[in-house]
């Protein structure tokens, strides 16, 4: 950024209160004071350091979203300032628009994180919201390789449409993302075409054949197609890729990914029965149990759908002494047996088998 900030106090952070100081150094937690311009993952220097930029950091994408309302009027008016703020302040936040229903989601990395964020747009921002269900983000994926055939056409009076693409999609590791390969040879699609095929499957990956969601870990092929001198156009092999891609998908074994998350469990030993029977009652898949003293540290791997509401129960099942951290940790495929669960499912004949 190269801009300059004026830090008028340095406050250490002690637990539950500050502690003014004239200078700091590395290890130590504190708050800067003043600043205007920096936001999460700037690197600030002094003055007459040498320039250096630390490596930024790679923020995961949520996992959980909620649905979130004004209350009044005049809350509507602070809504869309406060969640900016909010997102500036921390990147593992985000804020979209469903654009079939028109709701205002709010997204984070677990119940806990968007509890925090609704809490705040209370406390300190004077924002009354009211709060809907907390849905989970699955993915959707493809477990085999299949090809398919796209084609719009469109003849109406002068120019008409003309799009045509034959493709293969395959299963990547998963983590990969998607990946997009040309392998058009002899000019069969012109290469300013090439990019409008991309785009469109693309945007047919941002919807998923089994339930909407968005597809990750797929490789597509474009390996034939055709076109017509005067009526192709880049909007015609956008439309054509995105039908070959939804017919490709519903031909490879689709199938829908949830996200798993890891959680250390610290409790007192009298309760480790409970608290493991509960574990698995979620199902949860337990890698270790430590032990720290007088407590049992378990840390299992987790599905987010299955921790709504864990706080409470972890609460009542240890008067209150045990705690735990959770974090993000893979997505993973769901049970099929469970697919009836997710809210958006679209019953199909393909799916089904």
Known sequence: KGKKERVSR???MHANKREEIEETS???????????????GDTIIAENAEKIV????????PVISIAIEPKTKED??????????LQEEDPTFRVKVDPETNQTLIMGMGELHLEIMVD???????????????????RETIEMSAKAEGKYIKQTGGRGQYGHVFIEIEPLPRGSGFKFIDKIVGGRIPKEFIPAVEAGIKEAMESGVVAGYPVVDVQVTLFDGSYHEVDSSELAFKIAASKAF??????????????IMRIDVITPEDYLGDVLGDLNSRRARIISMDQRGNTRVITAYIPLAETFGYTTVLRSLTQGRASYIMQFEKYEPLPKHLYKNVPTLKVSEEVEE
Do not use: C, W
Request: charged share 25%; proline share 6%; aromatic share 4%.
């Open 10 to 12: 340095i406050l250490l």
């Open 26 to 40: 590395a290890g130590n937690v504190v708050a800067l004071v003043g600043l205007k311009e920096t936001t999460t």
């Open 54 to 61: 630390l490596e930024s950091i790679k923020f995961p994408e």
């Open 76 to 85: 509507l008016d602070k809504l869309s300032n406060v969640l900016a703020k």
């Open 120 to 138: 705040r747009m209370v406390r300190e921002f004077k924002v009354q919201v009211n709060v809907g269900k907390p849905q989970v983000a699955y």
């Open 246 to 259: 939804k017919d490709a998908m519903k031909q490879a074994s689709p199938i829908i990914l949830e996200p």
